[in-house]
Nanobody, 116 residues
């Protein structure tokens, strides 16, 4: 239902774009988010975007990362610029359906490695 793409190895200061293709029925009713889990750390929210394109970012990525969604393609993106070594993590795409009850759907994770 969610498939994430775009991870890889990049040098510090470089850029990557992650993509997450989502089933149409889930995408249109969900807040979409990107989470990450770095080695030895807990999973954290990186960025989220509502169906109305409202966005929210972790302080550590503000000004560097941009989340966007393409409603025609049922895809959410995370443009990552000025990457730092500490951005190294497995990145997960998340869909949280609106309303009650709310359901969470997760992608399989994609590894981003930033070399210093």
């Amino acid at each position: 239902q969610l498939q994430a793409f775009g991870g890889g190895l990049v040098q510090a200061g470089g850029s990557l774009r992650l993509s997450c293709a989502v089933s149409r029925g889930i995408f249109s009713i969900s807040v979409m988010g990107w989470y990450r889990r770095a080695p030895g750390k807990q999973r954290e929210l990186v960025a989220a975007i509502t169906t109305g394109d409202g966005t929210n970012y972790a302080d550590s990525v503000k000004g560097r990362f941009i989340i966007s969604r393409d409603n025609a393609q049922n895809t959410v993106y995370l443009q990552m610029n000025s990457l730092r070594h500490e951005d190294t993590a497995v990145y997960y795409c998340n869909a949280r359906t609106m309303g009650f009850p709310s359901y969470d759907y997760w992608g399989q994770g994609t590894l981003v490695t930033v070399s210093s």
